[in-house]
């Protein structure tokens, strides 16, 4: 079936640690994005890519840095220098990026929490 | 500056009754897209409706119908004969035409009693 795989769904981090997380998509979409959501708030824009090997930063990208590599992969690190990284995570991928009418299909979301 | 503004942080609605969930926007763009996703407790996003700035008529979607007031710029998702499984938080988003991202509101927590 077709969607999108985030992992690993829930991450523990030490305060200095970067961490890694994993984004798929077999969709054959160009556009990937990655999003923030804090308890009870909406989401807020980290990175989107609309092609393989470009990416722009959105509302949120410091302390984060991502890739894209491959057209279905997109991944996400949260450095050591996101000073508040426990959050919700989520992946979400689009036909295009430039379409107005292209709804993005999300993943089901990493939850790290930082100790 | 916020794009999207949902004033409702949460609603309780009673079973088979019909909800109206507010949201209203701005943006200077003539093209935009509105749309609407539900997120269950369980935390993925599930694409709801879209209605297009230049569509004539508000989109529906089974029990689900996007109340586009464009001068007003509103664009109310109600949902009809709301069911348990209803329960959940529901987002607006925008996209604009000279943008790539997807704007969302704050979200609005509906929970649907028996």
């Known amino acids: 079936d077709g969607g999108i795989t985030q992992s690993p769904k829930y991450l523990f981090r030490k305060e200095g640690q970067n961490v890694t997380l994993s984004c798929e998509q077999n969709?054959?979409?160009?556009?990937m994005y990655w999003y923030r959501q804090d308890p009870g708030q909406g989401l807020r824009l980290i990175y989107y890519?609309?092609?393989?090997?470009?990416?722009q930063k959105g509302d949120i990208a410091e302390g984060y840095s991502v890739s894209r590599e491959k057209k279905e992969s997109f991944p996400l690190t949260v450095t050591s220098a996101q000073k508040n990284p426990t959050a919700f995570y989520l992946c979400a991928s689009s036909i295009n990026a430039g379409m107005v009418r292209g709804e993005l299909f999300f993943g089901e979301g990493s939850r790290l929490t930082v100790l | 500056a916020q794009k999207i503004t949902q004033t409702q942080p949460g609603m309780f609605v009673q079973e088979k009754e019909a909800v109206t969930l507010d949201c209203t926007y701005d943006?200077?763009?003539?093209?935009?897209?509105l749309f609407w996703y539900k997120q269950p407790s369980s935390g993925e996003m599930i694409f709801l409706i879209y209605q297009g700035s230049y569509d004539q008529q508000n989109a529906t979607e089974g029990r689900y119908s996007l109340n586009f007031q464009k001068a007003r710029k509103s664009a109310n998702l109600v949902i009809s004969a709301s069911q348990l499984g209803d329960s959940a938080m529901y987002f607006c988003?925008?996209?604009?035409?000279?943008?790539?991202?997807?704007?969302f509101g704050a979200g609005t927590t509906v929970t649907v009693r028996a």
């Open positions: 890519s609309q092609i393989v090997n470009d990416f």
């Open positions: 988003a925008m996209r604009e035409a000279r943008g790539y991202k997807l704007s």
């Open positions: 943006t200077s763009d003539p093209s935009y897209g």
């Open positions: 969709l054959n979409h160009d556009a």
